[in-house]
Nanobody
């Protein structure tokens, strides 16, 4: 079974930092793209980032560029989302996800089949 375990959320003041972790099991980690998504109350889900573990290429949505980074530790089958200079509008449940197919990169059309349980990030003003 493919499983993703997200952790690292919490309550932080505006301007603070958090690092989210996503441990992936049940897939050949090195050939997958892993994405981070978020959903705020009353809003739709949005893509935050994506990393192609195979070659390290990344994608970040415009509103988090310069503040967030995503990286992977292949030895630990873990993808990270480092979030700095957090803003109240970053408050959401954050999810990591893996696509149905391995061997694809973040620029490919991905079907996100496998989801972690979500971790709450709350940024106070």
């Amino acid at each position: 079974d493919v499983q993703l375990q997200a952790s690292g959320g919490g309550l932080v003041q505006a301007g603070g930092s958090l690092r989210l972790s996503c441990v992936v099991s049940g897939v050949t980690f090195g050939v997958y793209a892993i994405g981070w998504f978020r959903q705020a109350p009353g809003k739709g889900r949005e893509t935050v980032s994506c990393i192609s573990v195979r070659d390290g290429t990344t994608f970040l949505r415009d509103s988090v560029k310069g503040r967030f980074t995503t990286s992977s530790n292949n030895a630990k089958n873990t993808v990270y989302l480092q979030m700095n200079s957090l803003k109240p509008e970053d408050t959401a449940i954050y999810y990591c996800a893996a696509p149905r197919d391995g061997g694809l990169g973040c620029k490919d059309r991905l079907t996100w089949n496998y989801w972690g349980q979500g971790t709450q990030v709350t940024v106070s003003s």
